[in-house]
Each structure stands twice: as C-alpha cells, then as structure tokens.
C-alpha cells in the first residue's frame, strides 16, 4: 500500500480543502488553474498529514481566541515589569532558573507551547531536563514562575484540546 493511501480519507479531505481554496484565491477559477489546483492541493495536504498528523485534539475556538486576547495584556504587564526592574534599583532582581513541571509531553505541542511563553518578557524556557522538567530563567526567581507556568500551560492545553487523557500524561500528584 502507498503511502498516500494509506491516510485517512477525511483527514485528507480536512486538510486538502482549504488548501483548495486557497490555491483558487490566489490562482484563480479558470479551468487549468482549477484542474492544476486538486492535485496541489491533495500532495500539499499529503506532506501535512506526513509532517503533522491528525491527532485526537481538537482544537478550542473558545480557548484559542482567550489564549489570543490573554497574550497582549500579558505581554505588555511583563514588559512594563521589566522595564521597572530595570530603570529602578530598589525593585528586586534575582535572576536564576526555576524548574518547572510539563505537563504536555515532549514533542509538537510542548514545543509550540515554550515558544509561546518564551514570547513574554521576564522569564524564558532555556533547557528541558529529564522527567518533564522546564528550567526557565527568570529575572525574579521571588515570583511564583512555577505556579503561571502550569497555569499558561493548562490554558494552552485548552486552547489546542489537549486533555491528561488525551496526551499519556497521569496528572500530577
């Protein structure tokens, strides 16, 4: 069996018809260019589902627009906290790593998530050690850095579908 047969039609399908319309966007819907466009689209949703496979997750429209509307204002209270840290002696800096507990496996999702969160100022995931453990560096190892990690976390894991179940990872006693 080939490999393109063997993917599951429906995921196929998920993946291949927006790509579809996409392609008749941008080349439009003379007959060559639509007869063009099946084939692209089928080997472009074809290299997807190799890349990435469909999962079990299913992604929250709810949660994704909350972690999007979440973002900025964090972004821009970390930045200004920064920014004090910086301009003002008497606010503490104590920088160091602070292991952090995941909770999302290691793989796509673990990585999508620590680049999300290292997009905020004041801390940053440098290393993955053994036993799901994050080390993030953070300007102020005073704050609960451990405690907004798992909460981002388990926002993210919401916001792409991600459940304890659905990731193999027992829950954390």
Same mark, same amino acid.
């Given at each position: ?45 074809? /290299?997807?589902?190799?890349? &990435? =496979?469909? +999962? %079990?997750? #299913?992604?929250?429209?709810?949660? $994704?627009?909350? *972690? ?30 602070? /292991?952090?507990?995941?909770? &999302? =496996?290691? +793989? %796509?999702? #673990?990585?999508?998530?620590?680049? $999300?969160?290292? *997009? ?30 798992? /909460? ?22």
């Amino acid at each position: 069996m080939s490999a393109l047969a063997a993917l599951p039609l429906r995921a196929t399908l998920v993946r291949a018809a927006p790509l579809y319309l996409a392609w008749v966007a941008m080349a439009g819907i003379g007959p060559l260019d639509l007869a063009i466009g099946l084939p692209a689209a089928g080997l472009a949703a074809w /290299a997807s589902l190799s890349l &990435l =496979p469909s +999962g %079990l997750a #299913r992604p929250s429209p709810v949660g $994704l627009a909350r *972690l999007a509307l979440r973002f900025p204002g964090q972004s821009l209270a970390a930045g200004i906290d920064v920014a004090r840290r910086a301009f003002d002696p008497r606010l503490p800096f104590r920088p160091g790593y602070v /292991a952090c507990p995941a909770s &999302l =496996p290691a +793989g %796509l999702s #673990r990585d999508a998530f620590l680049a $999300l969160v290292s *997009l905020q100022p004041g801390s940053l995931p440098v290393a993955e050690q053994p036993d799901d453990v994050v080390l993030v560096h953070a300007l102020d190892t005073g704050e609960p850095i451990a405690a907004r990690f798992a /909460a981002a976390e388990a926002q993210f894991k919401t916001a792409i579908g991600a459940s304890k179940e659905r990731t193999g990872v027992p829950p954390r006693g």
